[in-house]
Each structure stands twice: as C-alpha cells, then as structure tokens.
T-cell receptor
Framework: DTAVSQTPKYLVTQMGNDKSIKCEQN?????MYWYKQDSKKFLKIMFS???????INETVPNRFSPKSPDKAHLNLHINSLELGDSAVYFC??????????????FGPGTRLTVT | QKEVEQNSGPLSVPEGAIASLNCTYS??????FFWYRQYSGKSPELIMS????GDKEDGRFTAQLNKASQYVSLLIRDSQPSDSATYLC????????????FGTGTRLKVLA
C-alpha cells in the first residue's frame, strides 16, 4: 500500500487556468505538508496542516490555497496559473510531537507544467 | 545567508569507497536533522534522522552531528553505483514547529 499518494502525477495546463492537486496519507499521521521543488531542485515548504489546522503558511502567493478536509487528506488549489508555477509539488506527512519533530515521508510528487 | 548549506557536487567516489557528505546550518535553535536521498525524477526518501550529538549508524549509513560546530554529515560505507543520487540535508527547530529547512543537496556519483 502506498503511504503518501498524490494525484495527478503530471499536470500540463495553460496560463490563467485553475488546477488542484490532491494528497492522501494512510500512515495515521497528524501533520501534512506541501513543498515546491523548482528547476534547481531546491525544496521549499509552502504550507503545513496539523490536525486540519494551518500551522505553516510561508510567503506564497494568494493564488495558492491549501485545504485539509481531514487528517489524512491535504489538497492544493492554484488559481490563475503562471509560468513560474511550473515545478514539482510534493506532499509529505509526519507524526509530530510537542518536543521533537519527527520524520517526514514524501509522496511521489506532481509535476506541474504551465504553458 | 542560506540556513542549511551543502556542497552541490558532484561528489565522485569509486565503488566500495566511503562517501562523505557534509552539511552546515546557521540556526542554533535547530534540534532535529535529517538526511534524504532523491533519485532523479523521484521523491525524497528518508535515510536517517539524528537528534543528539555524536554518531548514529544504520547499516552502511552513519550520520554525525556536532551542534557546537553546527555541522551534520552522512557517511556511506561500501558505496554502490545504486547510491548515486542527490542527498538532501534538512534541519528543524522542533519544539512544536514543524518546518524543515532543506539544503540544496549534494549530488553523489559512485563510479563502477
């Protein structure tokens, strides 16, 4: 069974469109994340939810809106897509405790190409 | 100043040798450290985590942490061509914050 899954794996769309990426984890974790990995392979946190509550919201354009319907799911909706949004988006999850950050496990990624 | 720094490489080692990957971090409040391996076109895969000063061994991998020097390293013994990948170092403050700061990664090439 896949621990962290994402759909779709590939997404090709035109500038100005709106698209969503979905993530699901079956590890029983309480925290989920969205990362963006750009063409230079730099991996940067975008958002994080803990028990459905937004706890990390990095400097990301308002066009990006995460939503966590429950602990096992985290979606990312992107409005008015721009060329610079082209990247690989990774979902991750972890079971976090108050005094230590535990390991994050990544999904397979969604390669978004905006033309 | 980058918060987590790694040499981008490539680091080339012959098969069977020890590969040494290094990482420095600037945030003295960092408590947790992680090494991930990422093959081209794939997602980051957790290799090891380390939280205390000293060495932590897992199979062919040894992570080393020196908080005083703000330095983390990963040693890969008996390197294999299948170890060729990009290795990402990450740090986190922990204590209720869940943010990882990743380095830009070191590309390792193990030559057969």
């Amino acid at each position: 069974d896949t621990a962290v899954s994402q759909t779709p794996k590939y997404l090709v769309t035109q500038m100005g469109n709106d698209k969503s990426i979905k993530c699901e984890q079956n590890l029983g974790h309480d925290t989920m994340y969205w990362y963006k990995q750009d063409s230079k392979k730099f991996l940067k946190i975008m958002f994080s939810y803990n028990n459905k509550e937004l706890i990390i919201n990095e400097t990301v354009p308002n066009r990006f809106s995460p939503k966590s319907p429950d602990k096992a799911h985290l979606n990312l909706h992107i409005n008015s897509l721009e060329l610079g949004d082209s990247a690989v988006y990774f979902c991750a999850s972890s079971q976090s405790r108050s005094t230590r950050t535990y390991e994050q496990y990544f999904g397979p990624g969604t390669r978004l190409t905006v033309t | 100043q980058k918060e987590v720094e790694q040499n981008s490489g490539p680091l080339s080692v012959p098969e069977g040798a020890i590969a040494s990957l290094n990482c420095t971090y600037s945030d003295r409040g960092s408590q947790s450290f992680f090494w991930y391996r990422q093959y081209s076109g794939k997602s980051p895969e957790l290799i090891m985590s380390i939280y205390s000063n000293g060495d932590k061994e897992d199979g062919r991998f040894t992570a080393q942490l020196n908080k005083a020097s703000q330095y983390v390293s990963l040693l890969i013994r008996d390197s294999q061509p299948s170890d060729s990948a990009t290795y990402l170092c990450a740090s986190s403050r922990g204590s209720g914050t869940y943010k990882y700061i990743f380095g830009t990664g070191t590309r390792l090439k193990v030559l057969a």
